[in-house]
């Protein structure tokens, strides 16, 4: 298979001055006394990792193990501080997008700006308008303004703009969990009509139980490192092992 | 276990091109401006946002934008006609100097914000980070246009010769947006490590309205101060370039022009370089 992610000996490393400096002049204090100590936190260690066309990969590891760096470095919001990333396709990132969202406007005002936050532009959206409101359930509520939606409609639009599109590389963070349980199998089905039809899909979870049943691969990440990585049942059978 | 095994299969695949690649990347400031060409659709949501979300709940809408400038003018007028009387036709003068003023101080408070904004979207999806910057300054192009409207009434109201000049207007407009994006750039670069720097502008844009001849003639300042409010202030000569055809009713004068188009297009070109330089930083600032 052709492979579509290519991580080479990726490390990720924030620094954070060790005293919390709030202003300008304590700042311009320290510098000059060169008193200003970084605190090294690195959350990505020396990652290779190679990911194939059509594979679900499931990513599992604790709060805090990189899950979420890995993905921001593959979404290329992150760049490295060493290594190397390459990535055949587009990214879609499958993350809670209520960020993107504004409450006074309208759910179809909604749809054009997070659809062109996601990259689509304005005639992309118009000719799958229809398409992501019948997928969202929300015909009748379409041109009231946002605040009125509860959150399961709003998570319901959210998932429908992101996934209107067949993307390359799925990137799916611990969202499984939207609107009631008839449309969480309606989401579940459309990924896995994705992964059929070639898409590459990241799923990021705790859930040891959902990378067994729904990833062929997994790699188990633990403070900034690969612990272990191969077929998905070996691998969350080790991680549940450890916990 | 530790290593992946397929690692060693990559190479027949040699010749099929990566989207992206970390380690091959163009010069940022030319990949941000290819990127924002890109995200042109996403601008126009964001500036329809700002101007709807805006004035939804209110009842006259979007006459605000015009309503706003207006009653500023009317009390100062007011208070300042009395104090700056030899100067002909005040309400003009004032109001040409405060329109220009208000785009320039709204704009780059809004784009310290907007990048706030934009910041937790930033985090986790790829954007290119100019794009709120640019979004809050066509929004402020767009109320400065609106904001024309009343201008033009008061020039009648008030008897002030209407001339050809004022078709000149788009060049000092354009002008004034390229200056306040590129000090929105520059502000916003270095709110990414001083985040105090949003609140002391607040200050320094106050500070810096009243030094600037805005309210009152600029032949009112001292000899001894001439230099640092008006030849050292590039406020001042985009505010006059704007001012000069609408009030004066002429064009403003050559070197006035490439002064003022010299001190915005560098501005632009140093906020731009600057700023696409940091932005890969924005998503490691937390």
């Excluded at chain 1, 919390?20 to 959350?43: D, H, P």
């Excluded at chain 2, 605000?64 to 208070?79: D, H, K, R, S």
């Excluded at chain 2, 985090?123 to 640019?134: G, K």
Aim: aromatic fraction near 12%.
């Amino acid at each position: 298979m052709k492979p579509v992610i290519i991580l080479n000996n990726v490390s990720v490393q924030y620094s954070t001055p060790e005293e919390v400096m709030g202003t300008f002049k304590e700042y311009a204090i320290q510098l000059l006394k060169r008193n200003i100590r970084f605190r090294e936190f690195k959350a990505l260690k020396n990652i290779d990792l190679q990911v194939d066309e059509g594979e679900i990969l499931g990513i599992i590891g604790r709060n805090g193990a990189g899950k979420s760096t890995l993905l921001k470095v593959i979404s290329r919001v992150l760049i490295p501080n060493e290594g190397r990333v390459r990535i055949r396709g587009i990214v879609s990132p499958l993350l809670e997008l209520s960020a993107g969202f504004h409450p006074e406007l309208t759910g179809r005002e909604n749809i054009f700006l997070n659809g062109t936050l996601l990259g689509y532009s304005r005639r992309d959206i118009e000719s799958h308008f229809q398409e992501i409101v019948d997928f969202a359930e929300l015909d009748a509520f379409i041109d009231a303004p946002l605040r009125t939606y509860s959150s399961g409609m709003v998570a319901r639009l959210g998932f429908s703009v992101a996934t209107t599109w067949k993307p390359e590389i799925l990137i799916l963070d611990e969202i499984l969990s939207v609107g009631d349980e008839a449309f969480q199998q309606k989401c579940k089905f459309r990924i896995k009509k994705f992964s059929d039809e070639g898409t590459t899909i990241l799923l990021v979870t705790h859930d040891s139980h959902m990378v067994e049943t729904l990833c062929s691969r997994a790699v188990w990440l633990d403070h900034g490192e690969v612990k272990a990585i191969g077929p998905a049942e070996e691998v969350a059978g080790m991680y549940k092992y450890s916990q | 276990m530790k290593n992946d095994p397929s690692m060693k299969e990559a190479d027949s695949f040699e010749n099929i091109p990566f989207t992206y690649d970390s380690k091959y990347r163009k010069s940022s400031a030319i990949e941000e401006f290819l990127d924002i060409i890109k995200y042109r659709d996403l601008i126009y949501q964001l500036v329809r946002r700002d101007i709807v979300a805006r004035y939804k709940r209110s009842f006259l809408g979007i006459a605000w934008t015009m309503l706003q400038p207006l009653g500023m003018m009317v009390v100062l007028t007011v208070v300042f006609s009395q104090l700056f009387g030899q100067v002909e036709g005040y309400a003009a003068y004032l109001l040409s100097g405060l329109i220009a003023w208000t785009f320039f101080a709204q704009t780059t408070s809004a784009t310290l914000e907007q990048s706030v904004w934009g910041g937790t979207l930033v985090r986790r999806i790829y954007i290119p980070h100019t794009v709120f910057p640019v979004a809050s300054v066509v929004t402020g192009m767009v109320n400065l246009v609106l904001s024309l409207v009343p201008l033009l009434l008061i020039l009648l109201v008030t008897h002030r010769p209407i001339t050809w000049a004022i078709l000149f207007i788009p060049i000092p407009i354009l002008l004034l947006t390229a200056f306040a994006l590129g000090v929105g750039l520059l502000l916003s670069s270095l709110a990414l490590r001083f985040p105090d720097i949003s609140e002391m502008y607040r200050i320094i844009i106050q500070a810096w309205m009243y030094l600037t001849p805005i309210m009152y003639p600029s032949n009112i300042i001292p000899d001894a101060y001439r230099a640092w409010l008006l030849y050292f202030n590039p406020a001042y000569y985009l505010i006059l370039m704007f001012r000069v055809p609408i009030y004066d009713g002429v064009l403003p004068s050559l070197p006035l022009s490439l002064i003022g188009a010299g001190i915005s297009l560098l501005t632009l070109m140093i906020g731009w370089i600057y700023f696409s330089n940091q932005a890969d930083k924005f998503a490691y600032s937390t």
